[in-house]
């Protein structure tokens, strides 16, 4: 066979094209449960962790779209390649790689930026990508945090995307977007040679991601740099920061995971920008404001931040440390306009910073108090019951 065999465009393609229009809440769904299993480690700030992906999670991708795993693995054994042994990039034979592929290319020539965004950074953590470059960086021992935090901290300029995208679900989705850039042809023409070139060139830059930062690591271990780091000037824990117990600290935090991956996967939820509506924000508007937020992607570090605030803040007076209640929502949208808390005027300004950005209307009706305060409870309303809906 020649190398210009469409085998994968013109039989697993038109499946998935066939297919998804139906199955987009069955897909968000799947997306949305890989990433709330993995928050932790895949919003961290440092590649500490493997995040597995087994053949469960490739089961369950192919029910949420409807197609049987037989159809692509026929797909790509009638590619120019699909007999040839030890065919590189191995992941160019892999069912669950190749039909993230095609899902990947059917948003992108929808323009749908959000869930082509989404499904590239699944396939980055897929089993084919970050978790095995992760294990081929470090195959014998995981690194420890410590020394991590130290390589982050003294041995990484802004040259390297971890630092300025501030976690790996970040960094995925700068990789991601630079790969598609780069080839939006490809991805038109999608002949399977140009398949096999996305993929070798996505696991490349994945792979030179994670090899700068563990040169970096063995350097500071072999050296023992990481023995005169002091951190003492770090911020405190949050935990610390608001007299909570251990057990509390860790409650917190995963509710904050959660909802991440909640926002993030499911964008400006309609329903919720509803309930969060009010006689100055009406509906329309609010879930305009929310996708102008969520679209650009520096607001991920803030969302997150705001959000650790909110949960903090409550768990801090709270007797029940649990924001799965209405107790939690009407603490977050109660009106403190005498406060000294720095953190409560810090979100205080992130939102008005956001709304100024994001809303016309906001920045002509900012001057009336009451207006400003409508606005500033809608926002508090909406995080709110997205924390509420994330951890229930």
Same mark, same amino acid.
């Given at each position: 066979?020649?190398?210009?065999?469409d085998s994968i465009?013109s039989?697993l393609?038109?499946?998935v094209?066939?297919n998804?229009?139906?199955?987009i809440t069955?897909?968000? &769904?799947?997306?949305?449960?890989f990433l709330?299993?993995?928050?932790?480690?895949?919003?961290?700030?440092?590649p500490l962790?493997?995040i597995?992906?087994?053949d469960? @999670?490739?089961?369950?991708m192919? #029910?949420?779209?409807?197609?049987e795993?037989?159809?692509?693995? #026929?797909?790509?054994l009638?590619?120019?390649?699909g007999t040839?042994?030890g065919f590189?990039?191995?992941?160019?034979k892999?069912?669950?790689?190749?039909?993230m592929?095609c899902i990947?290319?059917?948003?992108?020539l929808k323009?749908?930026?959000k869930?082509?965004?989404?499904s590239? &950074?699944y396939?980055?953590f897929s089993?084919?990508?970050?978790?095995?470059v992760?294990?081929?960086?470090?195959p014998?021992?995981?690194? +420890?945090d410590?020394?991590?935090?130290y390589?982050?901290n003294?041995?990484l300029? *802004?040259?390297?995307?971890?630092k300025t995208q501030?976690?790996l679900?970040?960094?995925?989705v700068?990789?991601?977007?630079?790969?598609?850039s780069s080839?939006?042809?490809k991805?038109k023409?999608?002949?399977?040679d140009d398949? &096999?070139?996305?993929?070798?060139q996505l696991?490349s830059r994945?792979?030179?991601?994670m090899?700068?930062i563990?040169? %970096?690591?063995?350097?500071?271990y072999? #050296?023992? @740099?990481?023995m005169?780091? *002091?951190? @003492? *000037?770090? #911020?405190?824990?949050?935990?610390?920061k608001y007299?909570l117990?251990?057990?509390d600290?860790?409650k %917190?935090e995963k509710?904050? +995971?959660?909802?991440?991956?909640?926002l &993030?996967?499911t964008g400006a939820n309609?329903?919720?920008?509803?309930l969060?509506?009010?006689e100055?924000?009406?509906t329309?508007e609010?879930?305009?404001?929310?996708?102008?937020?969520?679209?650009?992607r520096n *607001?991920i570090?803030?969302l997150?931040r705001?959000?650790?605030?909110m949960v903090?803040?409550y768990?801090a007076?709270?007797?029940?440390?649990?924001?799965?209640?209405?107790n939690?929502?009407a603490?977050?949208?109660?009106p403190?306009?005498?406060t000294k808390n720095?953190d409560?005027i810090?979100?205080?300004?992130?939102?008005?910073?956001w709304?100024? +950005?994001?809303?016309?209307l906001?920045?002509k009706?900012?001057?009336?108090?009451?207006s400003k305060n409508?606005?500033?409870?809608?926002?508090?309303?909406?995080?709110?019951?997205c924390?509420?809906n994330?951890?229930?």
């Amino acid at each position: 066979m020649s190398n210009n065999t469409d085998s994968i465009k013109s039989k697993l393609y038109p499946l998935v094209e066939k297919n998804m229009n139906s199955r987009i809440t069955d897909y968000k &769904v799947c997306l949305q449960e890989f990433l709330s299993a993995r928050n932790k480690s895949i919003f961290s700030t440092m590649p500490l962790d493997r995040i597995y992906y087994g053949d469960e @999670d490739i089961k369950k991708m192919f #029910n949420a779209v409807g197609i049987e795993i037989n159809d692509a693995k #026929n797909a790509i054994l009638n590619t120019y390649y699909g007999t040839k042994s030890g065919f590189n990039p191995r992941a160019a034979k892999d069912p669950l790689t190749v039909l993230m592929m095609c899902i990947i290319r059917y948003f992108f020539l929808k323009k749908d930026e959000k869930n082509t965004e989404l499904s590239m &950074v699944y396939l980055c953590f897929s089993g084919k990508f970050y978790p095995s470059v992760h294990y081929m960086s470090f195959p014998k021992v995981l690194p +420890q945090d410590y020394v991590m935090e130290y390589v982050l901290n003294n041995m990484l300029n *802004n040259k390297y995307i971890l630092k300025t995208q501030k976690h790996l679900f970040g960094a995925m989705v700068a990789t991601s977007k630079m790969w598609l850039s780069s080839y939006e042809r490809k991805f038109k023409e999608f002949e399977d040679d140009d398949i &096999v070139y996305l993929i070798s060139q996505l696991h490349s830059r994945i792979r030179s991601f994670m090899i700068n930062i563990a040169k %970096a690591y063995y350097k500071a271990y072999e #050296n023992k @740099d990481y023995m005169t780091y *002091n951190s @003492d *000037n770090e #911020n405190p824990e949050e935990g610390e920061k608001y007299h909570l117990a251990t057990s509390d600290s860790f409650k %917190a935090e995963k509710s904050i +995971q959660k909802t991440m991956s909640y926002l &993030v996967s499911t964008g400006a939820n309609y329903t919720i920008c509803k309930l969060a509506s009010n006689e100055t924000v009406k509906t329309e508007e609010l879930k305009s404001i929310f996708e102008s937020i969520l679209n650009d992607r520096n *607001n991920i570090v803030l969302l997150r931040r705001a959000i650790s605030i909110m949960v903090y803040t409550y768990f801090a007076q709270a007797k029940e440390k649990d924001v799965v209640t209405m107790n939690f929502v009407a603490y977050s949208i109660l009106p403190k306009p005498n406060t000294k808390n720095q953190d409560i005027i810090e979100l205080r300004n992130m939102i008005d910073s956001w709304l100024n +950005q994001s809303s016309v209307l906001y920045r002509k009706r900012k001057h009336r108090l009451a207006s400003k305060n409508n606005y500033n409870k809608a926002v508090l309303m909406y995080l709110a019951l997205c924390v509420y809906n994330a951890n229930k």
